[in-house]
């Protein structure tokens, strides 16, 4: 009877075995039941939306202002290769957004496509350039050239931006407009030498959760 008993639920056991063998070999997560992960192009409206600012929107903005900077006279024709420096852009805007996002992607447009017509200066990096330059002066490191010859450039022009935005609310809805405006300032004269602004509204049920 016992070795009946034993044959019976020897494959039970052999099931159970496996499985919680097999789940202590698994490190990965799996997704909850519903909506998988989607993948997407970061200028594509995906079906999580709201009124809020999105990265479509992000990319959209961002194309034009690289475009339109390429295109100033004072950039196009400039002789010698023109110097710029980012200022924060200014949030006024309901949503809480990284809002510098917007020039870095200005930045890395420029210094990807435009082929050296223009040049951005690390400014937030100054504190680690003249660490290093002391460093030089006193010796500690080698320098390919004259040490105490200070070699950081002054600033041609001012990169900054605003976001102003306008909301509604209603029973029916939300709706949000949004005003991403840009200007590039002459550092000798403060000359506004440029400036262009894009304008996205959006209307929907669902608001922005910013993380």
Same mark, same amino acid.
């Given at each position: 009877?016992? /070795?009946?008993?034993?044959?019976?639920?020897?494959?039970?056991? /052999?099931?159970?075995?496996?499985?919680?063998? *097999? $789940?202590?070999?698994?490190?990965?997560?799996? +997704?909850?039941?519903?909506?998988?992960?989607?993948?997407?192009?970061?200028?594509?409206?995906?079906?999580? %939306?709201?009124?809020?600012?999105?990265?479509?929107?992000?990319?959209?903005?961002?194309?034009?202002?690289?475009?339109?900077?390429?295109?100033?006279?004072?950039?196009?024709?400039?002789? $010698?290769?023109?110097?710029?420096?980012?200022?924060?852009?200014?949030?006024?805007?309901?949503?809480?957004?990284?809002?510098?996002?917007?020039?870095? #992607?200005? #930045?890395?447009?420029? +210094?990807?496509? *435009?082929? +050296?017509?223009? %040049?951005?200066?690390? #400014?937030? !990096?100054?504190?680690?350039?003249?660490?290093?330059?002391?460093?030089?002066?006193?010796?500690?490191?080698?320098?390919?050239?004259?040490?105490?010859?200070?070699?950081?450039? $002054?600033?041609?022009?001012? /990169?900054?931006?605003?976001?102003?935005? /306008?909301?509604?609310?209603?029973?029916?809805?939300?709706?949000?407009?949004?005003?991403?405006?840009? !200007?590039?300032?002459?550092? %000798?004269?403060?000359?506004?030498?440029?400036?262009?602004?894009?304008?996205?509204?959006?209307? $929907?049920?669902?608001?922005?959760?910013?993380?």
């Amino acid at each position: 009877m016992k /070795l009946n008993l034993r044959k019976q639920f020897a494959p039970i056991l /052999l099931t159970i075995t496996s499985g919680l063998l *097999a $789940g202590c070999a698994w490190t990965g997560v799996k +997704n909850p039941s519903g909506v998988p992960v989607t993948e997407m192009r970061a200028d594509e409206a995906g079906f999580v %939306r709201s009124t809020g600012i999105e990265s479509q929107d992000l990319v959209s903005v961002t194309d034009k202002m690289a475009r339109s900077i390429l295109n100033t006279p004072e950039i196009a024709r400039a002789q $010698g290769t023109p110097r710029i420096v980012l200022e924060p852009v200014v949030n006024e805007t309901r949503f809480p957004i990284n809002k510098d996002i917007f020039l870095t #992607r200005i #930045r890395t447009q420029l +210094n990807t496509k *435009a082929h +050296n017509r223009v %040049r951005f200066l690390a #400014r937030e !990096q100054m504190a680690a350039l003249e660490r290093e330059q002391a460093l030089k002066q006193s010796g500690q490191v080698t320098s390919s050239s004259d040490p105490n010859v200070v070699e950081f450039k $002054g600033a041609d022009f001012f /990169l900054t931006g605003k976001l102003q935005g /306008l909301t509604t609310r209603s029973s029916a809805g939300t709706s949000d407009y949004v005003l991403y405006s840009f !200007q590039l300032i002459d550092a %000798r004269t403060s000359d506004i030498i440029w400036e262009d602004a894009a304008e996205i509204k959006k209307q $929907g049920l669902e608001d922005a959760a910013y993380r």
